[in-house]
Each structure stands twice: as structure tokens, then as C-alpha cells.
């Protein structure tokens, strides 16, 4: 029975032809097949098209120390991390460019805003490993942000694959107890998508049944059409176990549609040796060469790396050629779905920057074109700002119209009381004007604080008014509302202040107690109606008298009336609405000079989010399916 499992000699004498096939198995007719293909997912991963569909990849998982990094190592022909326990604390998306002969290896590796070029070999194993620690910090903890090792070398194959870290069962010190189950939370999720091939490794020394890596491979791929297994460390089977391995290599075991693959990677004392990868793959074509039980897989093409890295690679084009229609269509769904959603959503800023700009200055240029509108006396917000100020400054002249009376009782009872009160040394019969001056100053000037009041309402009614606009056309961009605010209140601020100045220095002036004569006779004309007599310059003789004093006062307090009623509202609406409007608008243009304009438009609102992610994901789909053209 032993015997049916050995390979001829004729297996054996095939061994040297089939080396020269294999070591030329990468030429160039078929480099120019696999690259483009390979490329082309990778360059989908790059414009981050996972986050809304499944790729065609390879993920590596298996058990600790099941060899995981060893075969990765050869595959790659660099060291990479490796040791007892989680060996492996990010996902390494490991993606490997065969360049010409001739051409100086280089490696890139990426992950969050770090970009590292370098040009030794190695390097690799101390950056992977500051990445793990910049990642997942320092000590045994895990991580699921990714990490991209970017190697172009001559001598190896157009493959992507992404290293995950090795299943643990029991947790060691520093560890959190969960930690089997954070590692399988990792893993299923790159495992169970129906893109990915699962590329299982299993030591030839355990039994297969019993490995965590083959079991979750088993439960997202029952029938194994996707799961390819790497048997490794042969070396270390027990004697008289070599049927069961090659039981298992063809199918007889666990059957998988991609079937098995056995590898001798490099042993710790190889590596304490210092023997070279190249060596090393040496070595293991002449182990299995040499093995009295495997050397027949070499002809079948299931034993070495380099059979590994061809099957692999071929597999992996074979899946995305597969996926490509349904990747096609999935996207040509979404898409549409997408875009639909979009149009459903409040305009918002565009990502691409320069579009960006001629938005933000749209947006301002909006803004201050309702204020502008606003200030004119159009009706903007709810309230028509208009009505409200028509409103107050009604009030005003209510107010001053009220103040007719105590007046007019004011100057008849001086006129009354003037020879007990007033007079000087004048004789009787002749009266003072100074004291009717006086009567007028006073009365007068207990209308500033009214006037004040009334600036202040306005004041606020204003900059009601300023900050719904500002609400309105910022509604989604807190720093522009918040920069709004501010000019607005400190505009107003400033202009009520030149306002109140103004009121003051009208007061001032009505201390002088003038008008022209033309306006004062027209006026007192119309106040006084007795004999038919009209007072002009040529008759006010007639009017010359201490019984006419109250009319005449009365005539000009009417003027001072009409004056304030006027030039009051006239100077709170110049300086503090158009003025003002004309000033933030000013300089709310200015932000265009200096503004972030990202920051500037940066949202704030669950509208606003959902309105980038779709942005962002319709951009990724587009450009997606602009690349799928050429293939699909």
C-alpha cells in the first residue's frame, strides 16, 4: 500500500525539464496577460472601492506558527516579521510587481498618512514592524487598519494578497482574553466575502481537521470552490505518515476545488544560518526532488513555492476575469441607485477643490445678495423688515406727538406767569425771547433718550433680520454662520455707536432753536386762523405780541416735531441698514482672499454627511467603471 504512494523514476527524471519550465514560467507572454488584470484591482482597492463592493483578492490565514510568514517570505523573497505568538498584528496587503532584470529592487510601504520609499531589502522587516506598533501599539495587540508593502523586484510574481494575523486560542501575557475572538472577527471579514480566495496554511504536522484556519475557510466556503490550502513543514511529519499528506494533497481528505499545494519554506535554523531565500528555494526543490514519497507532486505541480506563486497568480486572474462582469453590473447598479439618492439631497459643495471655490464664492455672493435685497426693502425672511421699522418709527412720532401738549401748557403758563416768573429788569408790557428759548431747550432734550430707545429697537430688529439671512444661506457651514454672526454684531455695534453720535449732535443743533422764516410762517399760518390775518415778513408786526407768543411757539415746536420725526428714522436707517448691509457685505467678500475654503464649507449635519458619503462613493464608482471599460 506504501508503495502505491511513491513517485517512478520516470516522475523523478521529469523533475529537470519541469524545473527549467517552472523557472521560465513568468515570461513575458504571460507577465503581459496577468499584469493588466492585477493592476486593475489594485487599482480599484486604491480608490477605496471595497468600501462599496467586494474585490477579487487573495487572504491568508492560518493557525500560529503554522508558517504563514515563512511562505509570505518566499513568495515576496524578503524577511518579514517573525517569532512565537501574533506575529502578524495588521492586515499587510502584500502586493508584489515583477520588474525587468537589470531594473534596482524597491519596496513603498503605506498605511493612515504614512508614504515610506525605500531600497533595501532588508529594511522591510523593521518598517512592517513600526507600522504594527504605530497601528496597534506597542505589545501584542491587533489592529484592523491595513498595511500596503509594495515590492517590485525582478524575481518575483505579479501577485496581491493580504496577510492576516494568525488564529490564537489561548491569550498570553499582555493579551485580552478575547482575543481569539477579535482575530476571528478580523479574519471573517476578509474570508467571507465571495471575491476573495481563501489561502489556508496548514502544517503537515497537525491534523488538518483540526485547524481553526481550514474550519472558518470551511464555514464561508463549504464546498471549498475558493479555499486553496498550503501544506507545509514537511520535514517534520513522523515516518509512516507520508500516505496520509499525500491523501490529503490529492483531495481524498477535505476536498477543495483549488485543490492543495506543499511547500518547505525556510527553518529557524536556516534562517540563524543566514541562508538566502534564493538558497532556500534551492534547498526545497532538491528536498522534494529528493523525497521518496513527494518528489512526484514536482511533476503534478503541487509541490515547491514557485509552483505556489504560479498557481496562485493564474488562479487569481481566472477570479477576476469571473468577477469582472458581476463587478461591472454591481457597480452600474449602484451607481444608479446612488445618483438617484443624490439628486434627492440639498446641493452641497462639490469635492473636486476648484469647483469647491466657485461654489464658496457663489455661496457669499448669494448671501450678500439677499442682504443688499434686504436693505432695499425686498421681503426676504418670514417678516417683512419694512413694516416692522415703518412700525417703530410710527411710534416715534406718536411719542413726539404726545409731547404737544405739555408743551403748549408749558409756554402758556410762562406767557401767564411771566411778569411773577420771568421778568428782568424790562418794562412792563416787554417780554424775554431767552426764556421761550429756554422752554424749547428743555423740552427738547427730554426726547434724546426716546430717540436712543428707539435706535436700539431697530438695533435689534436689524440684526434679527442679518442673522436669518445668515442662517438661511449657511444653514449647513458653521464656520461661515459663525463668521457671519460675528461681522454682523460687530457692525451693528459699531454703527449704532455712530448713530447714537449722530442723534446726539441732531439734538445738539435743535439747542440753536432755527428754522428758515418761510418754514415758520407757513407753519404759523396754518396753526393760526383768527381775522383772516396771514403773518409774513411784511405784516408779522400784528403778531408782535405777548398774546400771540403761545401760537408762535406752537408753530416752531410743530417744525422741531416734523424734524426729529424725520431726520431720526432717516439716520437710524442710513447707518444701520444700508450702511451696515454694505459693510458686510464688504467684507464677507473678503473671506474669498483669505478663507480656507475647506474649512470654510466644512458640513455639519446628518443631511450633509450623507450627501459627501454619496458624493464621494458615486466619484469612486465612476471612476471604477471608467477603468472596468477597457476590460469588461
Not at 483578492?57 to 503554522?66: H, P, R
Not at 521518496?292 to 503541487?302: D, I, P, T
Not at 403778531?543 to 411757539?553: A, G, N, T, V
Not at 431726520?567 to 447707518?575: A, C, E, G, K, N
Amino acid at each position: 500500500m506504501m508503495e502505491s504512494v511513491k513517485c517512478s523514476y520516470e516522475d523523478t527524471a521529469y523533475d529537470g525539464q519541469n524545473s527549467k519550465t517552472m523557472e521560465g514560467v513568468f515570461h513575458t507572454p504571460l507577465e503581459e496577460r496577468v499584469r493588466p488584470y492585477i493592476d486593475l484591482i489594485d487599482s480599484l482597492r486604491l480608490i477605496g472601492i471595497e468600501k462599496d463592493l467586494a474585490l477579487p483578492t487573495i487572504a491568508v490565514i492560518g493557525d500560529q506558527s503554522s508558517g504563514k510568514s515563512s511562505v509570505l517570505e518566499a513568495l515576496s523573497g524578503v524577511a518579514l516579521p517573525r517569532g512565537s505568538g501574533i506575529v502578524t498584528r495588521c492586515p499587510l496587503e502584500l502586493k508584489l510587481r515583477k520588474i525587468k532584470c537589470g531594473v534596482q529592487w524597491k519596496a513603498v510601504i503605506s498605511y493612515k498618512e504614512q508614504f515610506i520609499e525605500f531600497d533595501d531589502p532588508s529594511e522591510v522587516e523593521g518598517y512592517v514592524k513600526q507600522a504594527q506598533n504605530e497601528l496597534a501599539g506597542d505589545g501584542v495587540g491587533i489592529c484592523d487598519e491595513l498595511i500596503t508593502l509594495e515590492i517590485m523586484a525582478p524575481d518575483v510574481c505579479d501577485l496581491t494578497l493580504i496577510d492576516l494575523p494568525g488564529i490564537a486560542r489561548v491569550p498570553v501575557k499582555g493579551q485580552p482574553e478575547d482575543i481569539g475572538c477579535q482575530i476571528k472577527s478580523l479574519i471573517w471579514k476578509y474570508v467571507k466575502k465571495d471575491q476573495t480566495i481563501n489561502l489556508v496554511v496548514v502544517p503537515c504536522n497537525v491534523d488538518i481537521a483540526t485547524t481553526e484556519a481550514l474550519k472558518m475557510a470551511q464555514e464561508v466556503d463549504p464546498e471549498g470552490k475558493r479555499t486553496l490550502a498550503i501544506l507545509t513543514k514537511p520535514d517534520l511529519i513522523d515516518k509512516g505518515t507520508e500516505k496520509n499528506i499525500m491523501d490529503i494533497i490529492r483531495n481524498q481528505v477535505i476536498p477543495l476545488s483549488k485543490g492543495y499545494v506543499i511547500v518547505k519554506c525556510r527553518s529557524q535554523k536556516q534562517i540563524d544560518d543566514k541562508i538566502s531565500l534564493t538558497e532556500a528555494t534551492r534547498v526545497e526543490r532538491e528536498f522534494f526532488k529528493r523525497h521518496e514519497y513527494f518528489s512526484c507532486l514536482l511533476s503534478e505541480e503541487k509541490a515547491t513555492i514557485q509552483c505556489l506563486a504560479s498557481k496562485l497568480t493564474q488562479d487569481l486572474v481566472d477570479h477576476i476575469k469571473n468577477a469582472l462582469p458581476l463587478i461591472s453590473e454591481e457597480i452600474k447598479k449602484q451607481l444608479w441607485s446612488f445618483r438617484k439618492d443624490l439628486s434627492k439631497c440639498e446641493v452641497g459643495p462639490p469635492l473636486d477643490p476648484q469647483k469647491r471655490k466657485i461654489f464658496f464664492i457663489d455661496t457669499l455672493t448669494k448671501f450678500n445678495d439677499k442682504i443688499n435685497r434686504l436693505s432695499c426693502g425686498e421681503v426676504i425672511n418670514k417678516d417683512n423688515l419694512f413694516v416692522m421699522l415703518r412700525s417703530e418709527f410710527k411710534k416715534w412720532k406718536d411719542h413726539l406727538d404726545s409731547t404737544k401738549p405739555s408743551f403748549h401748557k408749558m409756554v402758556q403758563d410762562v406767557v401767564s406767569e411771566y411778569d411773577l416768573k420771568h421778568r428782568g429788569q424790562e418794562l412792563p408790557g416787554f417780554s424775554d425771547y431767552k426764556v421761550f428759548e429756554m422752554v424749547v431747550q428743555k423740552l427738547v432734550s427730554q426726547l434724546k433718550e426716546p430717540a436712543i430707545d428707539t435706535l436700539r429697537v431697530i438695533r435689534d430688529t436689524i440684526q434679527d433680520q442679518f442673522l436669518d439671512v445668515s442662517k438661511t444661506c449657511f444653514l449647513h457651514y458653521p464656520y461661515l454662520q459663525s463668521v457671519a454672526m460675528n461681522k454682523i454684531d460687530n457692525i451693528q455695534s459699531k454703527q449704532e455707536a455712530k448713530v447714537k453720535k449722530r442723534i446726539m449732535e441732531q439734538f445738539e443743533m435743535e439747542q440753536l432753536v432755527y428754522t428758515q422764516d418761510d418754514i415758520y410762517f407757513k407753519t404759523l399760518n396754518e396753526i393760526h386762523s383768527t381775522d383772516g390775518l396771514k403773518a409774513s415778513e411784511e405784516n408779522f408786526a400784528g403778531f408782535d405780541s405777548r398774546s400771540k407768543y403761545p401760537e408762535m411757539l406752537q408753530a416752531y415746536y410743530e417744525i422741531v416735531v416734523q424734524r426729529l420725526a424725520d431726520q431720526v428714522p432717516m439716520l437710524i436707517r442710513y447707518l444701520m441698514l444700508k450702511t451696515s448691509a454694505q459693510l458686510l457685505c464688504t467684507e464677507m467678500l473678503g473671506l474669498m482672499d483669505g478663507a480656507n475654503v475647506a474649512d470654510a464649507l466644512r458640513e455639519d449635519s446628518d443631511i450633509s454627511r450623507n450627501r459627501i458619503e454619496l458624493q464621494n462613493r458615486v466619484e469612486r464608482l465612476t471612476i471604477a467603471q471608467g477603468k472596468l471599460s477597457n476590460f469588461v
